[in-house]
């Protein structure tokens, strides 16, 4: 790549990394995710969805991406330990790589105002941020926490990082989109499939 801020977004993942949580809920690849679905019973009541975030990368708020990052670096006891930078430093840096996305695009250079570039080596951290960030705020939510719930990007194996929420809920229950939730930003749509 040569675009002028490749090498800053390509070192930003090795400080913002750490900040994922990575809990019972996180797949971290596609062997990940076949070995856990082997494990699974979905009993005759119960039904797997899958939630797709459609056009996820180019949709989120680069603002609320960038509140969810200083909020973790603020909380993150041990960024001394990684790095020499502050937390201000990180975050103007982090800034730059979402906020300085010029494209070319037939012939000419326009800039990309929102959303997050899908080349940039920056761009699958902050999304796994978001989605964990989104993700608490849904269970938290809830009194209807599924069975089974679990989170998958794998920019490699789909070419875009298409976010699966992979929950397990009873056919009792209601299959709305989780995009009725207020805190959900409404430039996100996802897309159902039983």
Known sequence: MSTRNYKLAKFIPSILRPLLKCDEHFIKNSPHLV????????????????????????????????????????????????????????????????????????????????GVAMGSPSSPTIVNLFMEELEERLLNSTTLVPRVWWRYVDNTL????????????????ECSNPTSTPWIPPSLYFMAAI
């Open 35 to 114: 070995k856990k679905l082997g494990t699974l019973t979905v009993e005759r009541d119960e039904c797997l969805v899958s939630y797709d975030v459609v056009s996820l990368f180019t949709q989120m708020s680069v603002n609320e991406c960038l509140d969810i990052v200083r909020s973790r670096l603020n909380s993150d006891n041990a960024l001394s330990d990684r790095t020499n930078l502050t937390a201000d430093e990180i975050m103007r840096a982090t800034e730059l790589c979402l906020k300085s996305t010029l494209f070319v695009y037939n012939r000419s250079l326009p800039k990309q105002t929102d």
């Open 158 to 173: 789909d070419g875009g990082g298409p976010v699966v929420t992979s929950p397990i809920i009873t056919q009792e229950d």
